[in-house]
Structure formats: structure tokens, C-alpha cells
């Protein structure tokens, strides 16, 4: 395990379903992200926490909604999915909003809207 | 705005030989760092190398290095010795601004052959 743990790894889902995704890390970082990656296009940042505190939104629709409720955990929570957003879900970790070392990242979840 | 280019989307080499990853990037940031980033199939996204750009030398990680050219705002990769294991998706990164934002490029898919 790199640190940061996601689960499900794996998650398929109806378009009328509600679901949601884990992110956990155990590194003592303070900002935690979520990024969406697609085929053939490059990462995109979702939402940004740092302290807890939602820092960043990304003009993500309202369908995704995030949740961090201490600075070692974050949530992604579904609802209403549209098939374009089938894609791996990662989540990372730094220590606080400089990104100078770089971002600790999970597995990703595989999300496939149906 | 930041932007990361990286013009090879596929490369191949053989086992125990050198190749080169290309990167361009725009910024208008004069403290910046920039990452290459590694995604093999397990999709963990793991750091492989990270340059400071106030930094004239080139990082060296082993048998990765940089060959970092900021006036010309280039970031290249060079695995050495390649290996099996090397197979993966290669991500050039930058990271600047005010809030450190990450921004990747499309990636290079690397397939090291035996």
C-alpha cells in the first residue's frame, strides 16, 4: 500500500443509483484531492481540501458531491450518473497546498455508469 | 494558465536500452516544480522524479534523470537500462501558482519490450 487507500476499486453503477467513494490516508497530510482521468484526456481536478476545508471546486456538476469530514479521510458521493462519466477516480495527498513534493496518490476507483 | 505538452503519445524500447521521454511546458510562474509521474497497469500513480526550477542542476533518481531547460521550458525523461517493470504510462507535471495546482499532460505510453 502506497498510503493512500481507495475503495471500491471497482464500481458499477445505474444512472438512478447512489453510491459513493472512500479515500483514506494515514501519511499526516493536510490537503486531500480528487481527479477524474479519462481516456485520451488529461487529468482533471475535481475538488481540493485542505484542513477539512473545500478550497477548490472545479465546476464539477452538483451529481458529484464531496465530503471530508477530518483531514485523513474524503468522500466522493454519486448520484444520478450519466454514462459520460464512466472514468478511474484518484485521489491523492500532500502536505498542505504547496505541491513541491509532489501529491501521494491511490489506486483509483474504476467507475462504469451503466 | 499552465499548460504540459508531451508530443509522443506511444513509445517502445528494448530492455537494457535508453529512451527518451520528451515535455513542454507553459508557464508564467517564476517558482515552479516540475514531476514525472509513472501509471503502470496497477494504476497507482507513483512519483519517479521531481525538479525544482530554481534549480540549474538535473534531477537523477537512480536510472531516471531530467534534462531540464527552462529557458527553453523543457522537461525530457531518460530511463536507463531499461526494464520490464519500466511499462507504463509516463506523465510530465507541473506544479506552480499560488496554490500549487498540478497540471499534467496527456501522458506517454511506454511498453519496454524483452
Known amino acids: 500500500e502506497t498510503g493512500v487507500t481507495q475503495t471500491p476499486r471497482h464500481l458499477v453503477m445505474g444512472m438512478t443509483n447512489k453510491k459513493s467513494l472512500k479515500c483514506e490516508q494515514h501519511l499526516g497530510h493536510n490537503a486531500m484531492y480528487w481527479y477524474k482521468q479519462s481516456a485520451k484526456k488529461p487529468l482533471e481536478l475535481m475538488f481540493v481540501y485542505n484542513f477539512k476545508e473545500q478550497t477548490e471546486n472545479n465546476s464539477v456538476p452538483s451529481r458529484f458531491s464531496p465530503e471530508c469530514p477530518n483531514s485523513s479521510h474524503l468522500f466522493l458521493h454519486l448520484h444520478t450518473l450519466q454514462p459520460e462519466d464512466s472514468a478511474l477516480y484518484l485521489c491523492?495527498?500532500?502536505?498542505?497546498?504547496?505541491?513541491?513534493?509532489?501529491?501521494?496518490f491511490g489506486s483509483g476507483t474504476r467507475l462504469t455508469v451503466v | 494558465a499552465q499548460t504540459v505538452t508531451q508530443s509522443q503519445p506511444e513509445m517502445s524500447v528494448q530492455e537494457a536500452e535508453t529512451v527518451t521521454l520528451s515535455c513542454t511546458y507553459d508557464?508564467?510562474?517564476?517558482?515552479?516544480?516540475l514531476f514525472w509521474y509513472k501509471q503502470p497497469p496497477s494504476r497507482q500513480m507513483i512519483l519517479v522524479i521531481r525538479?525544482?526550477?530554481?534549480?540549474?542542476q538535473n534531477a537523477t533518481e537512480n536510472r531516471f534523470s531530467v534534462n531540464f531547460q527552462k529557458a527553453a521550458k523543457s522537461f525530457s525523461l531518460k530511463i536507463s537500462d531499461s526494464q520490464l517493470g519500466d511499462t507504463a504510462m509516463y506523465f510530465c507535471?507541473?506544479?506552480?501558482?499560488?496554490?500549487?495546482?498540478?497540471?499534467f499532460g496527456k501522458g506517454t505510453l511506454l511498453t519496454v519490450n524483452p
Open positions: 491523492a495527498s500532500s502536505q498542505g497546498r504547496e505541491g513541491g513534493y509532489g501529491y501521494t
Open positions: 525538479q525544482e526550477a530554481y534549480k540549474q
Open positions: 508557464t508564467s510562474e517564476n517558482n515552479y516544480y
Open positions: 507535471v507541473h506544479s506552480g501558482g499560488s496554490n500549487y495546482k498540478l497540471t
